[in-house]
């Protein structure tokens, strides 16, 4: 199963719109959104495919996005969840919350997914493997990740 993974899209809708296109070319079966979404337009963006959601610190009205993604058919995590998927246990945060990423980190997912930085990353902890997409928003390079969750591979994609 292919996992496509976004974060800190703020009010990028274009560049949000390309990036889940090259996801789904890619191959990507489910998406995981890391915060930072900003606005209900990008909730709709997202929604080619199944989509989970966490909020992040800049989405100030999460009434309105949680509405939004029940609409589209979407998962709400809130600030943070764990979602089971292909026999793999991936919990997702934004990562601004520092008691969170222990909580969930305390679960000994197989995958953590976070966002916030801006920057990507693909590290080990403990048997769980963090990875952060990089963002669409205020990052020297625009990247998503794409992740194969049978062969354990990461892929960090370029978003013009």
């Known amino acids: 199963m292919l996992v496509g993974i976004l974060s800190d899209t703020h009010d990028k809708l274009k560049r949000t719109t390309r990036a889940v296109a090259l996801l789904c070319d890619a191959g990507a079966e489910v998406l995981f959104h890391c915060g930072d979404i900003t606005q209900p337009d990008i909730v709709w963006a997202c929604a080619d495919l199944p989509c989970h959601f966490v909020f992040g610190n800049n989405d100030y009205d999460v009434e309105e996005l949680r509405t939004t993604m029940k609409a589209a058919g979407a998962s709400c995590l809130d600030w943070g969840g764990q979602v089971t998927l292909h026999g793999k246990r991936i919990a997702v945060l934004h990562g ?4 969170e ?3 969930l980190l305390r679960e000994r997912p197989d995958y953590l997914l976070q966002g916030h930085t801006h ?3 693909d590290e080990h902890f403990e048997g769980t493997r963090i990875i952060n997409p990089g963002a669409l928003h205020r990052a ?7 992740l194969d969750l049978e062969a354990d591979e990461l892929r ?3 978003v013009e």
């Open 156 to 158: 960090f994609l370029s």
């Open 101 to 103: 990423f222990r909580r």
């Open 96 to 99: 601004d919350r520092q008691a």
């Open 140 to 146: 020297a390079e625009h990247t998503v990740a794409l």
């Open 119 to 121: 920057e990507p990353q």
